[in-house]
């Protein structure tokens, strides 16, 4: 079974609002990856977070890791039209060669 | 530095006929897998190469999928014959290390459509 959920399945926002999603994940893990899939496109690496790190940060992107819940969250902060895409999150075990991949949030940003 | 390349970008073909998927890697990087996405799911592992070495293909769903990666360099993944089941996009990614260390770059998939 897949080890990442990510929580909401959709959400759609105005231009210029914070997007928050969720992931949770079954066991433990060596680090957690968040990707973006624009319409069309590939997936794109946003944030690789380890699991002794509890939060990072790249531009407009911030990611906390509670491994105790298990959980993670990628908050986009001022959100763009551009940021319109499928977030997937996965997880890495420690000397692991595959990712598991939840079934994504869609994040619809309105102009 | 080139990324993860994929062709064709997108393929329709008729069921019972034979597609091949390529994935180029970026160049250096032993570690090769290929995922795939159906019908809006979950994007799930299908198989890994390191090198030309087939390390896992557990995610293979079945016997029609053949998957090779000829000098340890570019990797095709040919599906034959291919049912309805199989449309999805297939993607490929590589990396330098084992993904527990660090991250994986993807290409920008194939869509196939088969009807």
């Known amino acids: 079974s897949q080890q990442g959920e990510e929580d909401p399945q959709a959400l759609s926002i105005q231009e210029g609002e914070n997007a928050t999603m969720n992931c949770s994940y079954k066991t433990s893990i060596n680090n957690l990856q968040w990707y973006r899939q624009n319409s069309g496109r590939g997936l794109v690496h946003l944030i690789l977070i380890r699991s002794n790190e509890r939060e990072k940060h790249s531009g407009r992107l911030r990611v906390t890791l509670d491994t105790s819940k298990k959980s993670s969250s990628l908050l986009i902060t001022a959100s763009r039209a551009a940021d319109t895409a499928s977030y997937f999150c996965?997880?890495?075990?420690?000397?692991?060669?595959?990712?598991?991949f939840g079934a994504g949030t869609t994040v619809t940003v309105r102009a | 530095e080139a990324g993860v390349t994929q062709f064709p970008s997108h393929s329709v073909i008729e069921k019972g006929q034979t597609v091949t998927l390529r994935c180029d890697p970026i160049?250096?990087?032993?570690?090769l897998y290929w995922y795939r996405r159906v019908m809006g799911k979950e994007i799930k592992f299908l198989l890994h190469f390191v090198k030309e070495s087939k390390q896992d293909e557990s995610g293979m769903p079945n016997n029609r999928f053949l998957a090779e990666r000829t000098g340890g360099t570019y990797s095709t993944l040919k599906v034959q014959p291919a049912e309805l089941e199989d449309s999805g996009v297939y993607f490929c990614?590589?990396?330098?290390?084992?993904?527990?260390?660090?991250?994986?770059?993807f290409g920008q998939g194939t869509r196939l459509t088969v009807v």
């Open positions: 996965a997880t890495a075990l420690a000397n692991d060669y595959k990712l598991s």
């Open positions: 990614a590589s990396s330098s290390m084992l993904v527990g260390g660090v991250e994986a770059f």
């Open positions: 160049s250096g990087h032993d570690n």
